[in-house]
Structure formats: C-alpha cells, structure tokens
C-alpha cells in the first residue's frame, strides 16, 4: 500500500515525531511505501515553552520526510492538500495531539478526503493535559474530518466515543521506544553520567510540566527511609514551565547532595545512558493518558512508578514489575522504599522483560491495517 503518515517527524524533535519515524519504519518493513508529511511550520514561539523545536541529530535513515506544513498558514494548507491528493495514497494516518493542530490537520485531512482517500487518525489525546478555551470544538472539527481512529490508551478510546460515537475505533497500547540504541550495564551508564557504581537510582525523565508530578517526587525523596537509604534522583528533561519552583523545592528539602539535574532536552543518542543508569523509572503523574516514557523504561527492562490515573496503570503490572499508586509523597516514597529495601530490581526487570512482547509494533501496524478494513471505502 502507499500510506501517508501526516504528523511531525525530523527535523523536529520530540516523541511524536520519534513514534512518527517508527512506525513509518515499522510499515515499510512490512512491504508498504511511507511517506510522512510533517511541518515547515509548527508551533509559533509564544505556544513552544522550549529552547527549540529542532534536533541537531542526523535524520533518521531510510525515510521520506517532507516538511511541506504550516500550522497557521490556511493557503498552505489549499496547497499542500492538493499536491498530496495527486499522489493517490491508499491511506492517511494522521497524528493528534493538540487542538490548536486541529484547523490546520482537520482541513487538510477534509480536502484530502474529498478525493476518496480514508482518513485514519492515531489520537493521543482528545482531552488535553492543559486545557484552554476551545478544546472541545477544536477537537470536535478534527474527529469529524476521519473515518477511524486509533487510541493507545482505554482512557482515550473513552475520552473519544464521547464526542464521536459511532465512527471506527480501535485501541493498540503504545508499543516499544526501541529506536534509542542497545542496552548497556548499569556500570557503564553510571560511569558516562559521573554516578556512583553502586548506588539506588531513580529516573524521571522527560519534559518537565506540572501535571507530571516532579513536584511530588521531590516530596517522596524527602521520607527519612529514602535518605537512609541514599536513594538518588536522576532529573533529566527540558523544563517547559518555571524552573525556580523546583530548585526552591530540592532547596528547601535538602535535596542537593541526593539530585543529579541535567534540565534540558536529551537527544536521542543519549536516552539509553539514563534509562540504564536507573533502577526504576517513576513517573508520578496528575494527570495522563498513555505515555511513550514508560515504553522506553520497557524496551531497556527498567521497571516503573507510576500514577493511577489514565492509561498508566494499564502497562504495569503492580508489585510484580513496578507499581501503581496514588499521585501522593507518601504512597510514592512507600513504594520507593519497598523497591529498595526488598531488592526488588531483578525480579521486576524480569517480568518486564517477559511483559514487553506484549508492546510490539508488529501488532500495533495489524491494528492499524484491522482499522483500515473497517472503514467504509
């Protein structure tokens, strides 16, 4: 088939665009020709509360990346529609996110459709973590330009049917990050991060904004039997939010000789050092709905902390590969405790390690072929 994947991809960075390339990959190797259409244009400055939108990585071999959209630029849109419509795809598979990508891809993905191309759409969120005035109709005028979806969580499959519910959907978990590079011993990791060989790590990575919970494990790292036991926190991620709050917080708790900080973005060549150097991975959240973070945590064994709140809890499998608890201090320094005093990194890894099969992105293309079979073309 001649597919159209409609979504960021390099050389803007981030996870969408990482999980964009990965599937184009994934796709191709199965004997389909990928295209992927990104943007020229994304976010304009006043809405990106990064550094930078772009990575500084080679791109991705193998893959035909057009960077031909403007977010805000509704000719373009005209345009861009019709050069892509007389390629004559078989499918488009559009990335959603954000409402404020919803006029420039529900219009493209409209004028598309008039053409009798199918219109599938991978939803990471309907509902989004900040929410703004306008979201609902925004979305709204998205669903309503495809034929099917695809959910990666069962919080958005529901989020979802609320607003369209009678359209195709299909749910396929979030399969593997495995496009990071090959594991590495825990010694060498520590050793490229200038970490103790021997001590209790744990990782929160990713951008930093408030409804990831940073705050509350800053907390946790302040229970007297996570001190005791020397656990040491690992922060590593582009702060999209204030960052004097935080460093007032480890001020404050006393948490400088227990925190290694590096508050920037981590491209892509140095993922595996974190995620190795770490015995669990925590992710704390307020709010959620699936996360790409714990896919990376899966494909390098590393067991999870997580919220129950979304999807999250929907991947980890509590007390025997990680845990589940309550966006709370104290029921995360609970767990933290148990995970350390117990020894329960090997036999957690382990069944990481047998669960990760169940997130391959074999099965996840099937699901998106399954879609495609459904729609009424």
Not at 283 to 295: D, E, H, L, M, R
Not at 363 to 377: D, G, H, N, V
């Amino acid at each position: 088939m001649r597919l159209l994947i409609v979504g960021p991809a390099h050389p803007l960075r981030g996870g969408i665009a990482a999980f964009n390339e990965r599937l184009a990959s994934a796709l191709q190797q199965e004997g389909h020709q990928v295209h992927i259409l990104s943007f020229a244009y994304q976010y304009p400055k006043w809405l990106f509360p990064g550094t930078s939108q772009y990575s500084q990585e080679p791109p991705p071999q193998g893959l035909s990346i057009f960077a031909d959209l403007h977010s805000l630029n509704p000719l373009n849109w005209w345009q861009v529609s019709q050069k892509y419509a007389a390629k004559n795809y078989h499918l488009a598979i559009f990335r959603y996110w954000l409402p404020f990508m919803a006029p420039s891809l529900g219009t493209v993905a409209r004028w598309l459709k008039k053409t009798g191309m199918p219109i599938v759409a991978i939803t990471d969120n309907i509902i989004p973590h900040e929410k703004r005035w306008g979201d609902t109709v925004l979305t709204r005028y998205f669903l309503k330009s495809c034929d099917g979806f695809l959910t990666m969580s069962q919080t958005v499959l529901q989020d979802l049917r609320r607003l369209e519910p009678s359209k195709p959907v299909l749910y396929s978990p979030h399969p593997l990050y495995d496009s990071y590079g090959s594991s590495m011993s825990k010694q060498q990791a520590r050793q490229q991060l200038g970490l103790s060989p021997e001590g209790n790590y744990v990782l929160f990575f990713g951008l930093i904004r408030p409804y990831k919970g940073l705050d509350i494990l800053l907390q946790a790292m302040a229970d007297p039997r996570l001190a005791s036991q020397q656990v040491h926190l690992i922060i590593a991620g582009e702060p999209y939010e204030n960052l004097s709050a935080y460093l007032q917080q480890i001020a404050h708790l006393g948490l400088h000789n227990r925190i290694t900080a590096r508050w920037e973005f981590i491209p892509n060549s140095q993922v595996a050092t974190y995620f190795c150097a770490a015995d669990i991975v925590a992710q704390p959240y307020k709010s959620a709905t699936q996360s790409g973070v714990a896919q990376i945590a899966y494909h390098f064994n590393r067991p999870l902390l997580v919220s129950n709140v979304g999807g999250l809890p929907e991947v980890v499998l509590h007390g025997k590969g990680g845990y589940v608890v309550n966006p709370d201090p104290n029921a995360v320094a609970e767990a933290l405790a148990d995970f350390f005093e117990n020894k329960r990194y090997e036999p957690f890894a382990a069944v990481v390690a047998a669960e990760k099969h169940k997130y391959q992105w074999s099965y996840f293309t099937s699901r998106l072929m399954e879609l495609f079979s459904k729609l009424a073309y």
